[in-house]
């Protein structure tokens, strides 16, 4: 677990970006960033606050510097079923009318109309639009991790490959023509090193500014909208008498006992 430390005036970093102060710190561990790569947070330390007088901290400084014996204890997630969450959005025009007429009707057997026409209200080029973004979105979250470790990985094996080079210059005479074939070898890692590196300050930078993006809340918002192709409307005052209901619709009685 490792911290990042303002000298003047003391203070920590918080997990909303914000510093939080010397004297807070004990009553607002649960607000106190932290980073489990210390490269993450040096990363972040010269990236925002180079000249900040910003510092990475480990478990031992942070308690050091902040004459306290506890670290941050972070709540657990949500567990709440993500089928019972209940998303903040608007009401749509049936929920509204439901609420405007209390949800109560003069029949058992509510009228039922079922999905229709939904090759003009479904599969929107705008739906499918936000649909792709989200199914991409929580594609890229899902590899996230795994896709900084293999580049991490990458780096370390590109890193022990040149000390390897360097060593093999150090201990053996090379030849003109192999000095010229040795140097280009050393570039050639040192390139493929400095790309991933970038893919990798770009991959932080994202996680950075998708972190709070939650991988379930995308999942949730994309079954949602699969749902829009079973919405049916349930009837505030029309029975099964109604002639047209007689003639063109299922009832309820009638849906039920399909299912």
């Not at 990363?43 to 990475?56: A, F, H, L, N």
């Not at 949800?103 to 003009?120: L, M, W």
């Not at 780096?155 to 360097?166: E, G, M, T």
Request: contains cysteine; glycine residues 4%; negative net charge.
């Amino acid at each position: 677990m490792y911290f990042l430390w303002r000298n003047k005036p003391a203070a920590v970093l918080g997990k909303s970006g914000d510093w939080i102060p010397k004297p807070q710190i004990n009553s607002k561990l649960e607000e106190v960033c932290f980073f489990s790569d210390p490269g993450e947070a040096r990363y972040i330390q010269r990236s925002r606050y180079e000249k900040m007088g910003v510092s990475v901290l480990g478990e031992k400084s942070f308690k050091d510097k902040t004459h306290i014996k506890k670290l941050p204890v972070f709540k657990e997630a949500n567990t709440t079923p993500e089928d019972e969450k209940q998303p903040d959005r608007m009401p749509n025009y049936c929920e509204y009318l439901d609420m405007l007429c209390e949800g109560s009707s003069t029949y058992d057997s509510r009228v039922i109309f079922p999905p229709a026409n939904q090759e003009h209200t479904i599969g929107t080029p705008f739906m499918c639009e936000v649909t792709g973004l989200l199914n991409s979105l929580a594609d890229y979250l899902a590899a996230l991790d795994s896709k900084e470790a293999r580049l991490r990985e990458e780096i370390r094996q590109l890193d022990l490959l040149n000390s390897d080079r360097l060593h093999q210059a150090e201990l053996f005479e090379l030849t003109e023509e192999e000095s010229v074939a040795f140097v280009k070898a050393l570039h050639d890692a040192q390139i493929e090193r400095r790309r991933r590196k970038n893919e990798l300050i770009t991959l932080l930078l994202s996680k950075e500014a998708l972190k709070q993006v939650d991988l379930s809340s995308v999942r949730l918002s994309l079954r949602q909208i699969g749902n829009l192709e079973r919405q049916e409307y349930k009837c505030r005052v029309l029975s099964e008498n109604d002639p047209f209901v007689q003639t063109h619709l299922h009832n309820s009685s009638k849906i039920r006992k399909e299912e």
